[in-house]
Each structure stands twice: as structure tokens, then as C-alpha cells.
């Protein structure tokens, strides 16, 4: 059944929830979208853009209302905005999130929120490097995956709900265990994004050993762009995203740095035969991606 909705907030109208609005206003499903943030220009453009119907600066005056608030700031953050508004919702409301963390988040925001309230931790798989709602559009989730991760406590009719609202979005829908999701993210998504910054990070460090060589970053051709897409992501959401799920990437960072050190001993043996070994095994798993 197609839902249909009142009043839905949404905290953050960036890039994610920008789209996210859009589809729901142009998909019929919420009669008034209102956008919850910080930024004043922000919130203009997004109303400019279609992607919400207004905007309010104190959440209090919106939540008594709302019946769907989708979190899509920052995931440090959401505490704190659970804090000040979450005993405002009406009992069935549903809260949905968009972060790429989940496990102990999810656990903590079920704990902050009423028992009445309905919480549905989601994960659209989607994304660009730009950021903003500027950057927003209805199309940005459609052949995406967009993983939700219930719990025990997670009502049946909601997580139903999120799932056609994803399915509306163009979404494939994939349920996962909170706990599991941080870990295939991490291997998937988060140390990938590691490793970009780092190479940038390393990029700068090799220019200053040999300044002679003037800006190494105007040699630089698609291999290293394709590489180091992902390093012009938002500092604030990538800061809180590793740090939430610090545990599970330092695990990740090793295997990866057990793996930088054996092409390290290849290298230094001048092992031909290893190293093809090895790029071919890694040349054979890059095609695997869908």
C-alpha cells in the first residue's frame, strides 16, 4: 500500500535529504515536506529547489505534527537533535535515518525515543561527491541499494512503510543486522573512503620531498581522479561516520596495510612474477562489482 503522509520533517536538507524530499513531493506521498537545519541560505535553496514546501529553524514547532521526520544530518549529531524533540512526537510517528552508521546508534536512538514512536534505521547506498541540496535530485537513488537494519523492537508496519518509501525512490531494499551493516560498510565504504584521503594526504607529503617538481596534482590523469573521487566528500559527515565506527575500520585498516606490505616486499625483491600474481587476483575482483 502507498503511503501517504500529512506532515513529514526532515533534519539536514543536504544532498540525501534534498532528494529525498523531492521524490516525496513529486511522488505525492507527503502533502507538506519541512526542512529542519542550521542554514538559513540552505534552507532557502531547498525551497527554491522543491525540495521541501517550507522551512522552521525550531523543530518544535513541527514535530507535535509530523507523522514521518527523516534524520539526514551528520550521525553525531542525531542524538542531540533526538534529545530536544523526541518526547514533542505523537505516538506511531515514524523516525527514519539515512547515516552509514548503524549498531550502537541505532540501539542508543531507540533508547532516547519514546516506546510509542516507531524508529527504522535505513542506509541509502547512493551518493555523489558533491555535497548540498544544490547537488540534491529525485533521480539520485533509483537502481541504488538501500539497506534497512530492524531490530527487535522495530515495528512491523513501519520497517513496511520505509521500504516502500525506498521502493518509491527507485531503491533495491536489503534488511540487514545494525551490527553487520557497520561491518560491510566499513570494508565496503568506509575504508575505501580511507584510502582516498590518505592518498591525497600522502600526494602532499611526496611534494614536499621534491618541491622541484611544482604541483604534482597538474600531471595527474584519470586514474588517479577515478581513485580519489570519493576525497571530496564532507569532512564533518566522514569525521563522524569513522569515528562511530572506529572498532570495525581499525580491523579493516590492517588488512589493508597487511596488504600494502606485501606489495612493499614484492617491490623490494623485485619479485615480476608476485606482483602479477597479485595485480591480476585484484584485477579479477575488480570485476566482480556489479
Known amino acids: 500500500m502507498r503511503p501517504r503522509f500529512e506532515k513529514v520533517a526532515i533534519v539536514g536538507v543536504g544532498l540525501i535529504g534534498g532528494s529525498l524530499g523531492m521524490i516525496l513531493k513529486r511522488e505525492g506521498v507527503a502533502r507538506h515536506v519541512v526542512g529542519i537545519g542550521r542554514s538559513l541560505e540552505n534552507l532557502q535553496l531547498a525551497l527554491s529547489r522543491g525540495a521541501i514546501d517550507s522551512y522552521e529553524g525550531d523543530p518544535s514547532r513541527v514535530m507535535p505534527d509530523a507523522e514521518l521526520v527523516i534524520l539526514a544530518t551528520p550521525v553525531e549529531s542525531y542524538a542531540s537533535h533526538v534529545r530536544s524533540w523526541g518526547k514533542l512526537l505523537k505516538p506511531e510517528t515514524i523516525v527514519t535515518d539515512v547515516g552509514s552508521v548503524k549498531g550502537q546508534l541505532v540501539e542508543h536512538l531507540e533508547s532516547l525515543l519514546p516506546p510509542s514512536v516507531r524508529f527504522v534505521g535505513g542506509h541509502p547506498i547512493a551518493g555523489k561527491e558533491q555535497t548540498g541540496v544544490g547537488a540534491g535530485s529525485p533521480e539520485l537513488f533509483r537502481g541504488a ?20 518509501l525506498w521502493q518509491i525512490a527507485g531503491s533495491t531494499i536489503v534488511i540487514l543486522d545494525p551490527f553487520l551493516h557497520d561491518w560491510v560498510l566499513g570494508a565496503v565504504s568506509h575504508l575505501p573512503h580511507i584510502v582516498a584521503f590518505a592518498l591525497m594526504t600522502a600526494l602532499e607529503a611526496v611534494q614536499q620531498r621534491r618541491p622541484d617538481t611544482g604541483d604534482l596534482l597538474q600531471y595527474a590523469g584519470g586514474g588517479l581522479r577515478d581513485t580519489t573521487r570519493i576525497a571530496g566528500s564532507s569532512p564533518e559527515m566522514w569525521r563522524d561516520i569513522l569515528l562511530w565506527n572506529r572498532e570495525n575500520v581499525l580491523a579493516l585498516l590492517e588488512a589493508y596495510e597487511c596488504e600494502l606490505q606485501k606489495f612493499k616486499r614484492l617491490l623490494a625483491n623485485g619479485d615480476a612474477a608476485g606482483l602479477e600474481r597479485e595485480i591480476t587476483r585484484a584485477r579479477d575482483l575488480r570485476r566482480r562489482l556489479p
Open 145 to 164: 541499494l538501500c539497506i534497512l537494519t530492524p531490530t527487535a523492537r522495530t515495528d512491523p508496519s513501519a520497517l513496511q512503510t520505509v521500504e516502500t
